[in-house]
């Protein structure tokens, strides 16, 4: 087939594929915004075409890990009540968006002066939702005699907001007698917090 050159729009018909020679069409010529994702063949755009901070949270699959956020505490409490008490053992994070979810992990010491005391200890969201069981919390021990343990804990929460959300570890004598301590000086409780997109 010949090659038109239509002198009224300026078009050109007859063209087969491959016919302009390479290096014919660069970056200018194309028109603004006429190559799109249909344009492209699977494995076109590699890690060094991609621009600094160009993969945010928003395109990343659900699981994903978007941050994390760890603190950690040497500061011991203490209580001879039943009733929740706050640890020093706290950090805060700000989601991302409303749909993440919040992987809480803890490792606060626990420790009780008594020979006869049941030692729980949960996490509480902002101070006032529980994350744990009412009674029982997230974890407990049974001191036998006067002991100390590694608390371990692991919890996901879903905070549906993207303002600053605080996690902190609570504790309590739930039966029993004596005093019990949350946190120990030159023992190091820590407690991570990620945020996984939902």
Known sequence: MAIVINANDGSISGLSVGGLPDGTVDSGTLATNSVDSAELIDGSIDTAHIGTDQITSAILPAGSVLQVVTAASETATTTTGTAWTASAITASITPSATSSKVLVLADPYVATSATTATVSYTIFQ?????????????????????????????????????????????????????????????????????EIAG
């Open 126 to 194: 902002d101070g006032t939702t529980n994350l744990g069981n009412g009674t029982y919390g997230l974890g407990s021990f049974y001191g036998v005699a006067a002991a100390e343990v590694q608390g371990s804990i692991n919890v996901v929460s879903s905070p549906s907001t993207i303002s600053a959300v605080e996690y902190k570890v609570y504790f309590n004598r739930r039966d029993g007698a004596g005093t019990v301590t949350c946190g120990q000086v030159n023992r190091t409780s820590v407690i991570t917090l990620m």
